[in-house]
């Protein structure tokens, strides 16, 4: 059965984007240094993103025509299949992509059991807080960044049942970044 890794850069106070809506705690390319060769392997695990709408027009604003010299993972990422979750998205030219308008909670179910590698999701707030509550994650992979931004918006939902985690990996990079696996213990049984 596939996976669902949901990897989410978050504050230490952890919040995944700023009172404004904004990600620009952790949009220094400096970040990047250490995480690049931690990305290319999790291609060799991956072979579909999930993304809500916002993600994507984000992505697909930057991505296609971002420079492989800094962004070593670009033509991994384009080439990858997206799978967008939107009622109101018309088209996804940047592809390989495909809208779904169905739940998201029944689609990752559905995904879970198709044949293929694992599935990633970026981003996507939204969607990863609904899946959190349906317990529908595999992985957390989270990229904790050095800096506290006092309020914005909450990584996991308050209204999610405790969760014990297992680490399944850490590592602490020079830029102060800590790189954490993480698992429900629930996926043990």
Known sequence: MRKLIVQEWISLDG??????????????????????????????????????????????????????????????LNALPKIVFSKTLKEADWGPATIRRDDVAEAVRELKQQEGKNMIMWGSLTLVQRLAVKDLVDEYWITIVPSFIGDGRKFIPENVAITDMELLESKALPTGILYLKYRPKSRNK
């Open 15 to 76: 919040f995944a984007a700023d009172r404004d809506g904004s990600t620009k705690f952790f949009e220094d390319p400096k970040y990047n240094e250490g995480l690049n060769n931690e990305m290319l392997k999790l291609f060799d695990e991956v072979d579909t993103t999930l993304l809500g709408a916002k993600t994507y027009k984000l992505f697909s604003g930057f991505w296609p025509t971002a420079d492989p010299k800094q962004e070593p993972i670009t033509s991994k």
